[in-house]
C-alpha cells in the first residue's frame, strides 16, 4: 500500500501562484508515475499533469503548460505541483495520485489517491 498525503490548497486571486505538495509514504518503491488530477463537482476528474518516478519523464495537459510545474523529491517522497498565473477556470479539488502503469494519463490506471485539496481562484 502507499499513502499520498496532499497539503498546500487554499483561496487565491487570479494571477497568483500556489504550490501544492504531497508525501508518499509506505511501499513507494512499487510506483511508475506521481500525478495531479483535479475534478469539479459534476465532471470528471482531469488529468493535470504527471512525472516519472525514476526517470524524471513529465507530461502536461494543455490546460497545464506553460504555467503548471511539477517537481519531485525522491529521497523526500514527494511530488510538488508549482501553480502560476491561476485563472478562476483552475478552481478544483486537486488530487495526488500514484500508478504502478508508465507514463499513463488515465485516472483508472493510477492505483493510490489523496484525500484532495481544495484550490479556490477568484477574479
Known amino acids: 500500500q502507499v499513502q499520498l498525503v496532499e497539503s498546500g490548497g487554499g483561496l487565491v486571486q487570479a494571477g497568483d501562484s500556489l504550490r501544492l505538495s504531497c508525501a508518499a509514504s509506505?511501499?513507494?518503491?512499487?510506483?511508475?508515475?506521481m500525478g495531479w488530477f483535479r475534478q469539479t463537482p459534476g465532471k470528471e476528474r482531469e488529468f493535470v499533469v504527471g512525472?516519472?518516478?525514476?526517470?524524471?519523464?513529465?507530461y502536461y495537459a494543455d490546460s497545464a503548460k506553460g504555467r503548471f510545474t511539477i517537481s519531485r523529491d525522491n529521497a523526500k517522497n514527494t511530488v510538488y505541483l508549482q501553480m502560476n498565473s491561476l485563472k478562476p477556470d483552475d478552481t478544483a479539488v486537486y488530487y495526488c495520485a500514484a500508478s504502478r502503469v508508465v507514463q499513463t494519463t488515465t485516472s483508472k490506471q493510477y492505483d493510490y489517491w489523496g484525500q484532495g485539496t481544495q484550490v479556490t481562484v477568484s477574479s
Open positions: 509506505g511501499r513507494s518503491f512499487s510506483i511508475y508515475t
Open positions: 512525472v516519472s518516478w525514476r526517470g524524471g519523464s513529465v
